[in-house]
């Protein structure tokens, strides 16, 4: 078998991506090429739950495999998990509220496997669908655009630094050697530490085949979020100084040290209610949360830096 499609689930409604990709394996035959994988990580939202597996139940085929775990393991964990009993050469990776752009998008990651010329493929992210109107999701789409939807050539330009996990695929010998690390156990770079891992195992190539992002959440959310992706940010810089040492917050944050933790904490809460308190969704609000995150991480990197050195006030 060429591929394994894996998807871990999490309180999403699948049905659109299924049906999308379902629509393509059958429109061309590709079933006894491929594999699907669905894994629910414990979804706590019944409703969604009953949806997931009535569309499984009336679309059922060979090839597509459901099954649900009773905990919730996390994003590192049930992807893991998921690999166990794919049997494809290939194992391509997609988060559950993806929704893939093209209507050749298996064919095109079908045909990398037949040329056999890279061991991880990444296709890259999108928000041409989008299925949450609310004003509320605007931030995090204007968000997103910014830091995660490249072009393949700007990609391969730092190969490791722009693998998302949600659009993803890897020989399965590689993936053997270079597992997701389940010390990320809360939100955030489990991507960006496999792709450290990744780029010294295999060669990676970015294509042109991406997935929309369905799951925009609120600007609150978007905040919330950002504050707990504070411990897995880092555990990065402590596993791999340099790949913190390239990006701008981190060296933003580092700057902020030499700050006062009074004073840190006084920009943490203005920065904060400056940027929930702004009406906009674009470059300013951006910023501010920019702003805020280095504010954050300078405040845990002092704590560190005081933890080793008792004369740091």
């Not at 997931?52 to 905990?71: A, G, M, P």
């Not at 100084?241 to 933003?252: D, H, K």
Request: hydrophobic content about 40%.
């Amino acid at each position: 078998m060429d591929l394994s499609i894996l998807i871990p689930v999490y309180n999403w409604n699948i049905t659109l991506l299924l049906r999308k990709i379902l629509d393509e394996i059958n429109g061309f035959s590709l079933d006894s090429r491929v594999e699907i994988i669905v894994l629910d990580d414990c979804s706590s939202a019944e409703d969604i739950l009953l949806d997931n597996e009535k569309f499984i139940v009336e679309n059922q085929h060979s090839y597509l495999h459901y099954s649900r775990l009773d905990r919730n393991t996390g994003r590192s964990v049930v992807r893991n998990i998921l690999t166990e009993q794919a049997q494809g050469e290939f194992f391509l990776f997609l988060d559950c509220d993806v929704l893939p752009d093209s209507e050749c998008f298996i064919r095109d990651y079908l045909e990398h496997v037949h040329l056999n010329d890279h061991d991880v493929i990444c296709g890259g992210r999108s928000y041409q669908t989008r299925i949450l109107q609310g004003t509320e999701y605007d931030y995090y789409e204007y968000f997103g655009n910014k830091k995660e939807v490249k072009s393949a050539e700007v990609r391969n330009a730092m190969p490791w630094r722009h693998i998302l996990t949600s659009n993803v695929m890897v020989r399965k010998s590689v993936y053997r050697a270079v597992p997701f690390n389940e010390q990320f156990i809360g939100y955030g770079y489990e991507d960006i530490e496999w792709g450290i891992r990744l780029a010294k195992q295999g060669e990676i190539l970015h294509i042109e085949n991406t997935a929309s992002h369905l799951g925009l959440i609120s600007k609150a959310t978007a905040f919330e979020k950002m504050r707990q992706a504070v411990p897995n940010y880092l555990l990065l810089r402590r596993l791999y100084p340099a790949a913190f040492a390239v990006a701008t917050v981190g060296n933003l944050a580092q700057t902020l040290t030499i700050l006062p933790e009074k004073v840190l904490t006084a920009l943490d809460r203005f920065f904060a209610q400056a940027f929930l308190n702004n009406a906009g969704s674009g470059i300013v609000a951006f910023i501010l949360f920019q702003l805020n995150y280095s504010v954050l991480l300078a405040k845990e990197l002092r704590k560190e830096m005081r933890h080793h050195d008792r004369t740091i006030p």
